[in-house]
Each structure stands twice: as C-alpha cells, then as structure tokens.
C-alpha cells in the first residue's frame, strides 16, 4: 500500500530498507524456528535484501545527480542476487534427492555377487514381467506400467 501511494522512488527505497531490516530484527529477536540453522538462513536473506535496496538507492541517488553509475554497485547486486539463489537450488535438489533415495526410487549400485549368471537375471525377469507385483527395481525388471513418484505405486 505504501508503493502504491509514494511520492517518488527514493521514499519506496527507503520503505523498503525499513521493512527488511524490521524483519530482520524480528528474526533475531523472536527466532520464530526451532531448528537455529532456519533462523540463520532467514535473517541472512533479509540482510541480503536491505543490502540490495541500499545499492540501489546508492544508484538512484547517483542517477538523480547526473553522477557516473558503479559498476561495483551493480556487480555487487548481482553477486547478492545469485549466491543465494544458487544455495537455495542446491539445497532443493539435495533435499529432493535424499527423499527420492529414501523411497528407493533412485537405483543402488549392485554388487557383483548378486547377480551370479545369466539364468538368475532371464528367470528374474520371467517372474516379474508377466504381471506387475512390486518389486524393489520394479523399473528396472521389464515392467510396462507408466512410472510414478507416488509411493504407493
């Protein structure tokens, strides 16, 4: 609401400080997650955004005075911008991972002692391809069914 009813861009910029920084504050203070590493990985955004809008006021204000604009400034955004989006899309496919590893979705590697010949693997594969049952490598033994994520297939 306050965008919405600014009178120019510096007075949003300036909102915008304050209300990163209010956050910030509020997640040090109260440490609304259990687990303190959550707590750490918010706070650190809100100071990432505050420093982000303050190189940007820096820019605006050196637009405004027919000043020369950093490129430090903007390099420094960048950097702010995609150190945390990176962290975070590691942290999506590790998390995915280990839940698709853990529904054994995601194939071991075999010993060589668990296929012992060529016979156990063609019998194997004549028990299970006829109709589907649940196998634990249901994907791998020559099943037609569609794939899916769910457990429960």
Known sequence: MIYAFSPNWFFQFVVQQLVCLLALQ???IFQPYKNKFFNFVDASFFAILAAISTLSMYNYYL????QKLSPWAFG??????????????????YYLWKKLKSQNLIPRRREESSVTSEEDFTDNQKQYSGSY?????????????????????
């Open 63 to 66: 637009t405004k005075t027919n």
């Open 133 to 153: 049952q649940r196998h634990p490598r249901h994907w791998l033994v020559g099943s037609s069914k569609r794939f899916s994520l769910r457990s429960g297939n």
């Open 76 to 93: 420094i955004q960048y950097i702010l911008i995609i150190i945390p989006l990176i962290y975070a899309s590691l942290c999506c496919i």
């Open 26 to 28: 509020a997640f040090i």
